[in-house]
């Protein structure tokens, strides 16, 4: 005798499949109970996917061939699609992923040599609407937000074709997460919950937004920060991160030492080195000023050359003899000051090169 989870329905067979990587446990739970199952399959499936990386039911050995078939009528496990793959001599992978409206967003998996814990970095955004004058997402302006379950799927898809667990995520990709805070805020969440990553291990990289800040620091979860700061002066960071004009660096330092006071946790500063736009030493000095107080380490990263939709790059990297000399100033704030070691760049893949043609010819 067939239970009563076992019977054939085809109610539902019209639906397109419902995937189910990205989701919640109460969102898992909600689906077996719609689909009249039992809520313990919510917790086998939630292991599967989570914990073991299922890609189909058929892996799914504890639940009888009838329910498999079942599930498959009405669901799947990934949400995204790798649509690309490219793997760097460093080992960093870079992943294409086809959205379920067919846009396109890309996730790096980026591997240490020295280290066994793995980071990937994940988009928040199609596109983005900030337009920073030196980054490759800012050049294709924004499409749209991703949801939470499209931001844990990268991660999960990454785990999938990997075959390895990641440690740490930074929301690094494409996007402004702050322009996104809701979904972010809720993929932070189910990092925790489900996918096993603690809010430690999380960075949310933004470039300015301070409502967003506020929001975030609002949750009170010990989740890095990362400010990109670029110019420690108005004028050249108005001309380089243009929401500058609107949350002014004050506002934006204010934010900050709130931040600190909130979550306990030192924030990264990110500054881009830019020849002769933001490698002066007047202003290593004036960045070294204005951070004395704040609890923060300092990020220098090296421009990495990306063209513009004319095709033409438009700044250039500063010598390594500029760059230690930038460092040596700046670390008279009494800060850690690094200079951000890059992964991937024959691939693409470091910062601000996340751009692919597919992208730029959609829409
Ligand atoms: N939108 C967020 C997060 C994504 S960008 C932000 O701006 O913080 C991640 C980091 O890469 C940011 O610090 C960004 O300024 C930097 N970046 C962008 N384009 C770059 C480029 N061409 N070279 C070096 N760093 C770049
Ligand atoms: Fe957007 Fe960040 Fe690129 Fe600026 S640097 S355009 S905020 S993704």
Redesign the pocket.
């Known amino acids: 005798m067939k239970t009563v989870e076992e019977t054939p329905s085809d109610t539902n067979a019209a639906k397109p499949l419902q995937a189910l990587s990205g989701l919640t446990f109460p969102e898992l739970e909600k689906f077996v109970v719609e689909m009249g199952l039992p809520k313990f399959r919510a917790k086998q499936i939630h292991s599967w996917i989570y914990a073991k990386y299922a890609e189909t039911f058929d892996e799914m050995s504890d639940l009888s061939f009838e329910l498999r078939e079942k599930l498959k009528s009405v669901a799947k496990i990934p949400l995204l699609e790798i649509a690309h793959l490219q793997v760097s001599r460093d080992g960093t992978r870079k992943y294409l992923f086809k959205l379920p409206d067919g846009k396109i967003v890309e996730s790096v998996l980026m591997v240490f040599q020295d280290r066994d814990s793995l980071s990937a970095c994940v988009s928040s955004q199609v596109g983005?609407a900030?337009?920073?004058t030196f980054?490759a997402?800012?050049y294709l302006g924004f499409k749209r937000n991703l949801t939470s379950q499209e931001i844990i799927d990268q991660v999960m898809c990454i785990q999938r074709e990997s075959g390895k667990r990641i440690s740490n995520v930074v929301y690094m990709g494409?996007?402004?997460p702050l322009l996104n805070v809701e979904n972010v805020i809720e993929s932070i969440y189910t990092m925790n919950e489900s996918v096993g990553i603690g809010a430690r291990h999380l960075t949310v990289s933004t470039?300015g937004v301070v409502p967003g800040i506020k929001r975030l620091a609002q949750e009170n979860l010990p989740v890095t920060l990362a400010l990109?700061l670029h110019a420690p002066d108005t004028q050249t960071r108005e001309e380089i991160?243009p929401i500058t004009t609107k949350w002014p660096i004050s506002e934006l330092m204010d934010a900050l030492h709130d931040y600190y006071d909130a979550t306990n946790r030192r924030i990264t500063i990110e500054y881009v080195l830019l020849a002769g736009v933001t490698d002066f030493p007047e202003q290593a000095k004036a960045l070294a000023d204005m951070l004395k107080d704040l609890h923060c380490n300092i990020n220098l990263i090296p421009f990495n050359p990306v063209e513009n939709l004319e095709g033409v790059v438009q700044y250039q990297r500063p010598s390594r003899d500029a760059q230690n000399k930038f460092k040596l100033i700046a670390e008279r704030s009494g800060k850690t000051v690094t200079i951000r070691l890059e992964r991937g760049t024959d691939i693409d893949a470091a910062c601000?090169q996340l751009h692919n043609v597919f992208a730029k010819t959609q829409e």
């Open positions: 983005c900030v337009g920073c980054c997402t800012g494409q996007g402004e470039s990109s991160v601000g």
